[in-house]
């Protein structure tokens, strides 16, 4: 049988380096003998393979949020992961897919996922990146921010389900390869060179390493989960639905705003402490000590906000839609603890805010909300 190499992450874990390391460096790769797997998504290269894998292999793919933008189109974009799957495994090469999304597929996706590729010739070599639960949570607090939510620990119990998640991964693939994730950024190319060395000892010379993802300041988290709190990025109708007032990665310029690294706080850990120690006694008795906490860094006391956040602030404004400006700039309303730069900052941005406000206020409908868009829309 062909062998394939199935990186499932899992979340976290510099997924997003390895998978365009990976997808910028398709010919080296392939003058090395190797494949890395090729989709699409909205027309363009899709470097992590988590969406195709999840439509294709989970049962209830359609009510996950990577998938709601698709709506009726989902079905045709199932065919062409199908489609796109099956060139694949027509490689002469053995092949390559990242996509931490794998790792959140329960055992009969993951059953049927392994099955695809057993009738099609291919045996699945699985690699995974464990970190410890409570750096993962610091990590998966500010991405959940970045993806649209104002509540850092909404979605928590990610942790909590690492243990029934690796569980899955070993009852259907058990020669699975589990690694620490604190000891794979020791190699000397970090964790992307480390999954590199796995593949082949000879890779990591040769493939231009690219790092990607790095992690975003308190200071950015705070405006985003304001935002989101302003102008949420889902709406809750009957049918749960992106916000016609917000867009994918909308909110990208403030995500390099500089401040401390973001941590939780010691509150926040707090509200989960008994998750994270049963986490702990679990990765020590099934996978070894090696993957158990040794972080205890937290973040405790106000956002602090300087002079030079007002000239980064609107350097990264002027790359937004008026409404988002407009809601941004007034987390900055009616603070004393500001700095000159930054006084006045919100009704500096706020043409149209308390209009803008009203129609969140109130709750429109779909339709309405649509309308106020096609106006705004101008301004992107």
Not at 49 to 60: A, G, M, Q
Not at 83 to 112: C, W
Not at 344 to 355: D, E, L, Q, S, T
Request: with cysteine; hydrophobic share 40%; glycine share 8%.
């Amino acid at each position: 049988m062909k062998q394939a190499i199935l990186h499932v992450g899992f979340h976290k874990t510099a997924s997003t380096s390895i998978q365009e390391t990976l997808s910028q460096n398709r010919r080296v790769l392939r003058n090395a003998g190797w494949s890395y797997a090729k989709f699409t998504r909205f027309g363009r290269d899709a470097s992590n393979h988590s969406v195709p894998l999840i439509t294709l292999f989970d049962e209830n793919s359609g009510k996950l949020g990577i998938n709601l933008s698709a709506g009726d189109a989902l079905e045709a974009e199932y065919r062409r992961y199908s489609a796109e799957l099956d060139q694949n495994l027509r490689s002469d090469l053995p092949l390559i897919l990242s996509g931490e999304g794998a790792s959140t597929l329960n055992k009969k996706g993951l059953y049927r996922l392994r099955q695809r590729f057993a009738d099609r010739g291919w045996q699945l070599r699985v690699i995974a990146f464990i970190r410890a639960p409570t750096p993962l949570l610091h990590s998966t607090a500010a991405q959940i921010v970045k993806g649209g939510s104002a509540g850092v620990l909404q979605k928590a119990p990610l942790a909590n389900r690492l243990s029934r998640r690796i569980d899955a991964v070993r009852a259907v693939f058990p020669d699975a390869e589990f690694y620490p994730f604190e000891g794979t950024k020791g190699h000397e190319h970090g964790p992307v060179g480390f999954f590199l060395e796995l593949i082949d000892p000879a890779l990591p010379r040769h493939v231009r390493i690219r790092r990607e993802n790095e992690r975003i300041s308190e200071n950015a988290v705070a405006l985003l989960r304001h935002l989101n709190t302003a102008i949420p990025f889902h709406i809750h109708t009957p049918k749960r639905r992106v916000n016609p007032l917000r867009m994918l990665n909308d909110s990208l310029p403030l995500h390099g705003l500089s401040g401390r690294r973001f941590y939780l706080s010691s509150a926040d850990l707090e509200t989960v402490s008994e998750e994270i120690a049963e986490q702990n006694a679990w990765l020590a008795e099934n996978l070894g000590p090696q993957f158990c906490d040794t972080e205890t860094t937290v973040l405790d006391g106000p956002v602090q906000w300087t002079d030079a956040h007002a000239a980064e602030l609107r350097a990264c404004l002027r790359w937004m839609p008026a409404h988002l400006r407009t809601a941004v700039a007034s987390y900055f309303d009616d603070r004393p603890d500001l700095p000159d730069a930054l006084k006045g900052f919100g009704a500096r941005y706020g043409i149209g805010h308390h209009r803008l406000m009203r129609f969140l206020r109130e709750a429109p409908g779909i339709g309405r909300l649509e309308t106020i868009y096609r106006t705004l829309r101008r301004q992107w």
